[in-house]
């Protein structure tokens, strides 16, 4: 997801407690959407390993859509992480 901010922007004029206010919400903001993705990967992680324990609990394209959304969200999260 992608954040525009005018606060961010120097070139905008803006009293600096404002910027500030308006800067920490951004952050907010970004850490809430991370601790949702790391929740998902989470749930996702849970699904993946009863699939491979016990593979007859769901078919070959749930399987399939499970581990493809298992390494999306992961890098997602991994991304996140690392650029934070």
């Not at 525009?4 to 952050?27: C, P």
């Not at 992680?45 to 992961?74: C, G």
Request: hydrophobic share 35%; glycine share 2%.
């Amino acid at each position: 997801m992608l954040y525009m901010s005018q606060a961010e922007d120097s070139r905008v004029s803006i009293d600096s407690g404002r910027r500030k206010q308006s800067l920490q919400s951004f952050i907010d903001l970004i850490n809430l959407e991370m601790d949702r993705e790391q929740k998902s990967l989470d749930g996702v992680q849970k699904l993946v390993e009863v699939y491979r324990d016990k593979p007859t609990f769901a078919d070959v394209d749930t399987r399939e859509e499970v581990n493809q959304r298992h390494a999306n969200v992961s890098l997602l999260v991994y991304c996140c992480l690392h650029v934070a």
